[in-house]
Structure formats: C-alpha cells, structure tokens
C-alpha cells in the first residue's frame, strides 16, 4: 500500500496527464467513428457540431432545451430536460473539475498550443491583478448567455437565431470539426443581423482563441461558462482539492505553476477546500508543493494524490546531481 | 634563531578570532558523546577557515550577502560564489561596537566590525545588502562609506499583498541585471537552471538530514547540524553538497542501528529566534550541555534557509528569475515583516511534526525585531500548550551563569512534565 502510494506521489503527472488528455481527446472528437456515445450531458467543451463526438457537451442541448417555450419546459414533458441536468450533475460530483483539466478538448487544444510555444522558446504572459479580478467576473456573464438568450427565445422576446447564442460565439463551434475535417462551420451566417453579428463573433472569439491560448496559458478557459456552470456545484463533487494550512509557509511555488494564475492555492492558509472558480484541476500545484501533504487531491477524504518533499524533488530533478567538474 | 615580530593589529585580531572558534570547537567535538563520523569534514573545515584562516574560494568572483534574502542561485549562476557574511565573533562585534550605537543588535556590530577591521581569508568583490532589518539596512552604507562596494537590494516589508510580490520580483530582476553587469558575466538559461537544481539539491539533501531528527532516537545534535548549515554560508557548495551526502547517510544507518545522541528523556527543543552563527553557538550548547536536544529549528542561519525551494514550470530565464524570487519573500518567516502570523504556524507545524516538548526562543540584546515579535509569540505558544523559554543573550562571554541556570530550570521543567503525561 505505502508503496502504490510512493509511486503515485512521486509520479510525473505532466506525462500521466499529457496521456490522458489525448485518450480523452480521441474519445471525445473521434468517438463517434467506435460507436463511443457517452451522451450528451458531458460537462466539458466536447463540442455538438463534431460528427463524431464520442460524447455531446452539455450546453447545446441544454440551449435547445432551454428555448421551448415556457410552458412546455415546466411540464411533464420535460422530464428529459430534468434527466439531462442530472446526468451532467453525476458525471461532474465524480470528477468535479478535474475535467476540465484532463478531459476537455478545448482545454486540451490549448495546452497543446502551449506546448508549441514552449517549443519556440517565447515566454507566457500573464494578468495583472486588477486585470485578472475584472476579466474573471465574464465567465459569468458567458453564463448568463447560455442561460438565458435561449429562455428568452422560448418566452418569445428574442428570434429563433438567439436560440444557441452562445455556440454561435463559442470557438469549440469552429475549432472542433476541423480534427474530422469539417470546415463548413467556417463561414458568416447572414440570414438576419443577428446571426451576422454573432457569427462574425464567433470568428473574432476563435481568433482570440488561438491568439489569446498561444500567449496565455489557458486563454479561454479563464472565460469559459463551463467553469463558471461547474463551480456552482463543486462543493458537492466527490474529487477535491484540500490545503492544509499549517503545512503551508506560503511559498508561491504552486502559484508559479499555476495555469489560472490562482492566488489562494499559496496565500489562503485558512481554507480547506482550495478549489476556486477559475481552477481546473490540473493538479500542478499539488506536484509543485514542495511540502508534505500541503495540497492533496481527496476522493470522499482519503488522500488520492498528495505533496511531498520527496515527489517535488523528484519532479524538479532535485534529487540528484549531474557530476560535473569545475 | 629565532625572530621577534611586533603583532601587527590584524594579526592580534586573527588570533583572539582562531581562539574564540577554537575554544567553541573543543567543546562542540569533545563535551558530547559520539557525533557521526561524517562531521569531521565540517569540524576540520571550520578550523581550517576560522583558525587557519584559510581562503577557500581563489580567485573566483565572490559576492558577499548581508542577508538570507540575496538569491544564491542567481549568483552561482552567474559563476561566484555567494558568502554570507552575518558573524558570530565576540572579537568583530567589539570593534563593531565602536561605530554603532551601543545598543545595537550584535550580530550587526560584529558584521560591521569585520569590515572595519577589512579582515577576510574570502574578501567579497561587492556586497549585497537587503532592505530587510533597519540596523541591517543602515549599516550598508557605513561599509559603503569604508569604502566597500555595496548594492543595496530593495526588500518590502510586507509580504501578503500581491503588491509586494511585484515589487520583490522587480528588484530580482533588476539585481539580475546589474550584477551580471558587474561581474561582466551573461546569465544563461542553461548555467540559471543548473544553478537552481545544484542549490535544490542541497536544499533536498538538508531536508533528508534534517528529517531523521523526527525519530525517538536523533542521530545528530542540533549543535552539529548548527556547524553543517552555517558551513553553507561560505563552503564551496560542491564540497558541501558530498559532505552532507555523507553524513545523511551515515545518520540513516544509525536511525537504523538505533544510535542516538541523546537519551530517552532528553526533552525535544524546537530553537528560534535570533541566528545562531559559529562560533556564537552559546544557546544551542547550554541547551544540549543541560541534557536536552534541539530536534529543529525556525532561524535564519539554519533551517530558513534550506526551506521553499523553487519549483518553475516552464524554465526560461523570465519564469526561473521570478519564481527565485517568490521563494525568498514569500516564505520568509523574518520578523522584519509588519505581520508574522506565518511565523507562528512554522513554529506550531515544527513542535507537532517533531514532537518537541518545549521552544527556546532566543533575540539577541538590540535585535528590535525579534524582541518586539517575542510577545506574540509567547501568546501563541500558550495558547496552543507549548512551554517556551525566552532568552535575550549578546556575544559576550559573560552571565553564562544566568542563562545556565535559566536553561536549566526550564529544561527540568520539561522532563517532569514528560514524566507525568
Ligand atoms: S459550440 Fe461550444 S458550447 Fe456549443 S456545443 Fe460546441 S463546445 Fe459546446
Ligand atoms: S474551462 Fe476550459 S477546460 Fe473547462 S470546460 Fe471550459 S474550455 Fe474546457
Ligand atoms: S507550494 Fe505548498 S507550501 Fe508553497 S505556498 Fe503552495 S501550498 Fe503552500
Ligand atoms: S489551483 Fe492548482 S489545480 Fe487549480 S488550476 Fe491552479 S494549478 Fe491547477
Ligand atoms: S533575522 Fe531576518 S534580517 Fe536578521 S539576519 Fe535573519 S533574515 Fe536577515
């Protein structure tokens, strides 16, 4: 037992996680070609509009769903809507936003444009901290669009074309086809005003997209609604991320590494549960704490995957030393 | 034939400073039981620099640091080698006293007393000096005005709002730039990163140390690892790096063989407060000479330096220079700071992670710092259950008798206390 337990707290999770984003990433863009069908309530940007999706993200049907008008959407009818919601709840208290960190394609995406920068030796920006406390808050706002555009289709204040507003800006609407060779989503809707506007959004937000993830790690998912949607639930999840405070001497390393540049992972020794709204659970901090048990992943309290002297020192290649002479 | 030659004044200091350390080395080898073999190398080299005056580093670039908080990695980086130049010596901290005022911390007196006496077997080339203490900060500019080359490092004193972290990583930065000027050296990505991984791996063999003293049965005193980690201060970092290899392992197989240093009911000592820095190693002595065992501490001249250690995620120089630097503020636990309540939890975290049974806390006479933070956490101690004995101690030789006795006292306390739970 101490062993398995050594073993996974001394493990490379860049490359466990590296392996496991593409297996999630074949399931979810190619699935469809294995007859893989995980539903259509996965609580990540698996997007519809991929013939192939192995597993539908939950915002397109819930948009449609959402846009029936009101009496149909509170009545027996709709009980599908009621399971749809319940479905993507299950799936999400499993993992929380773990899946936002090993399984999204989208996220995956940008970690891959990372990785090509990285390549190319040029360097991450980031946000300051008034930037980064105004920019947050419009995820939320993406959420309200999810929301309520359709509702206002369905009680008939908005036309049929607000129906999936938000897909229509969303860049998982454009990006996602090309990996099965789809280009059709690559082109302006000039049916009414509305459609125009918001497709030519939709093309300038997967502009930022590219641009945005390749400068800044995790561009989008800084403004995903997805994130926003998750955090609501996340105190209920069963995966979570625990910080033990009095182990902590708050010295920024998990900070460094982390993606959504998250203050609270260092500075916050008074919360137990450290997930905050922007995390997505990539777990780096936990390999980059430098001590023991500081961070730990729990699922239902015991210690998934937890910080060590000896794991960080491994990870950092600290725990030897190239002889050289001098 | 034999030729009489008038002492000269620097060779009269030299020899009070050989006796001071040689005088505290005797007792640290020879008034306790069987130190791990592995410590020779250190008893051998603090001889050799601190009695023999021996140079250690040729004619490498050396940058001397006033402070814990001047990045070493930076500086290896950069082909030096960093010497930190807090002392400990009664001799330096007399000549010291006669420049600043009386009621002065020592371990400034005697850090501006060796510059004024310009006494070193290393001489630094420039000197680095961290806003952090007032006294500390001033007398960067008494050396300047002896006409030693001084940088002075801008260093905030508060460190939870993002605001200083900005401003700590600026000044990184910057001192990146001038002394890569200075040294007329260019800092690679390459030589930045060994750098990090060389003072990691360090930082990673003290932690292996260190730990083994969580045993029942220590198999190392705390004066000892005082030796080891002050020997970090100015010791070519290879050859420490093999030392402490060494003698980690030999400390694993006395956990093993079940040697230890001290007996069943030697009370467990967690130390803090003001460095102890050789050959002041007073404190830690009278704690160990009255039967007790200091199993950790929280102190600049040990432990604080070996903690944090850098983690980077994508290793350019950019990420590398800021990520050395959040570990330097961050998780500093220096009083100099407006809030400590970090220092406290260490404090707690070590008591609970090494079973102490009591904290010594020891300021030195004029360290403001230290002594205006003793109260706070004197309450904490309390609150949480834990004895603790303050002590407010100077260079000088004298009222050991005092501070026996207290120690004693305190030390007894915790053995009965020990007997009845
Ligand atoms: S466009 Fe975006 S929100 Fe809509 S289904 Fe695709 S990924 Fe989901
Ligand atoms: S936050 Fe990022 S990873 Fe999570 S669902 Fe949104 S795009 Fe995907
Ligand atoms: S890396 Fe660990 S010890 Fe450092 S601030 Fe983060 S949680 Fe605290
Ligand atoms: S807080 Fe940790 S798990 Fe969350 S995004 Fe940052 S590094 Fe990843
Ligand atoms: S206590 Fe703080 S200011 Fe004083 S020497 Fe140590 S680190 Fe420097």
């Given at each position: 037992m101490k062993k398995i337990r050594d073993f996974i707290n001394n493990a490379d999770i860049r490359r466990f996680r590296f392996w496991l984003q593409l297996l999630f990433f074949v399931i979810f863009i190619y699935g469809g070609y294995f007859a893989i069908n995980l539903g259509n309530?996965?609580?990540?940007?698996?997007?519809?509009?991929?013939?192939?999706?192995?597993?539908?993200?939950y915002f397109l049907p819930l948009q449609h769903q959402l846009a029936r008008p009101l009496d149909v959407l509170f009545s027996v009818a709709s009980i599908s809507v009621l399971i749809g919601f319940v479905t993507f709840l299950l799936w999400f208290i499993i993992f929380n936003k773990a899946w936002c960190g090993y399984a999204c394609p989208l996220g995956t995406m940008q970690d891959w444009i990372t990785g090509l920068r990285k390549k190319m030796g040029i360097r991450y920006s980031t946000y300051t901290q008034p930037q980064f406390d105004k920019l947050k808050k419009i995820k939320y706002i993406m959420l309200a669009l999810v929301i309520l555009a359709p509702m206002g289709v369905g009680m008939g204040?908005?036309?049929?074309?607000?129906?999936t507003a938000f897909c229509e800006i969303c860049p998982g609407r454009m990006i996602t086809p090309l990996f099965v060779?789809?280009?059709?989503?690559?082109s302006l809707d000039f049916s009414t005003k509305t459609a125009m506007i918001l497709t030519t959004l939709g093309l300038i937000f997967t502009g930022l997209f590219l641009i945005g993830s390749f400068f800044k790690k995790r561009f989008f998912c800084f403004f995903c609604p997805m994130s926003a949607m998750h955090y609501i639930f996340s105190d209920g999840a069963l995966l979570k991320l625990k910080k033990e405070g009095d182990k902590c001497t708050k010295c920024g390393d998990c900070y460094n590494v982390c993606d959504m540049q998250i203050k609270d992972i260092a500075d916050d020794v008074k919360s137990t549960n450290i997930l905050r709204d922007d995390c997505i659970f990539c777990m780096k901090c936990v390999a980059a704490c430098p001590e023991d048990d500081a961070l730990h992943v729990d699922i239902l309290n015991m210690k998934l995957f937890t910080s060590t002297k000896g794991g960080f020192a491994k990870r950092m290649e600290m725990d030897r030393l190239e002889k050289k002479n001098d | 034939m034999t030729e009489h030659k008038i002492e000269t004044p620097k060779e009269r200091q030299n020899r009070h400073k050989a006796m001071e350390a040689a005088a505290v080395l005797e007792k640290i080898k020879h008034d306790f039981k069987e130190p791990p073999k592995a410590m020779e190398y250190f008893y051998d080299l603090f001889e050799r620099v601190h009695c023999k005056h021996e140079a250690l580093h040729g004619d490498k670039a050396k940058v001397g640091t006033m402070c814990i908080q001047v990045p070493s990695e930076i500086i290896h980086a950069l082909d030096a080698v960093p010497l930190r130049l807090c002392n400990g010596f009664y001799t330096d901290d007399e000549i010291g006293s006669d420049l600043l005022p009386s009621k002065s911390c020592p371990l400034v007196k005697a850090t501006v007393g060796q510059f004024a006496s310009n006494n070193f077997s290393d001489k630094p080339d420039i000197v680095i000096s961290p806003t952090t203490c007032d006294q500390k900060a001033k007398s960067g500019a008494i050396i300047e005005n002896m006409g030693f080359e001084v940088y002075d490092m801008e260093f905030p004193r508060t460190k939870e709002s993002h605001e200083s972290r900005e401003y700590w990583r600026r000044s990184v930065r910057k001192f990146t730039k001038d002394l890569s000027q200075n040294l007329n050296t260019k800092l690679s990505k390459k030589k930045l990163k060994d750098a990090i991984k060389k003072v990691g791996y360090a930082q990673h063999l003290y932690h292996k140390l260190n730990i083994l003293r969580k045993n029942n049965n220590s198999p190392i005193l705390g004066k000892d690892m005082f030796l080891v980690t002050n020997a970090f201060f100015f010791d070519k970092i290879d050859n420490w790096v093999e030392a402490v290899e060494a003698l980690a392992n030999e400390c694993e197989q006395r956990v093993k063989d079940e040697i230890?240093?001290?007996?069943?009911r030697s009370p467990r000592i967690v130390y803090t407060g003001s460095p102890p820095i050789f050959p002041n190693l007073k404190i830690p002595l009278l704690i160990e000479l009255?039967?007790?065992?200091?199993?950790a501490d929280e102190t600049c001249s040990s432990n604080r330096m070996f903690n944090d250690m850098v983690s980077v995620d994508e290793w350019f120089v950019n990420d590398m220079v800021d990520s050395i630097a959040d570990r330097y503020l961050k998780g500093c636990t220096c009083p100099i700071f407006t809030k400590n309540e970090d220092r406290k939890r260490r404090i707690l975290d070590l008591v609970r992670d090494y079973k102490a049974d009591g904290v010594i806390y020891q300021a030195f006479a004029g360290c403001q710092v230290y002594e205006m933070e003793q109260k706070s956490v004197l309450e904490a101690m309390e609150k949480a259950g834990v004895p603790i004995l303050y002590l407010e101690t100077d260079?000088?030789?004298?009222?050991l008798g005092q501070l026996t006795t207290r120690i004693e006292a305190f030390v007894e306390s915790l053995k009965n206390r020990k007997r009845r739970q």
């Open positions: 309530s996965i609580p990540v940007f698996s997007c519809g509009y991929d013939k192939a999706v192995g597993g539908m993200c204040l908005l036309g049929g074309e607000w129906r060779g789809d280009v059709s989503q690559w | 230890s240093v001290a007996s069943k009255s039967d007790a065992i200091i199993v260079y000088s030789p004298s009222h």
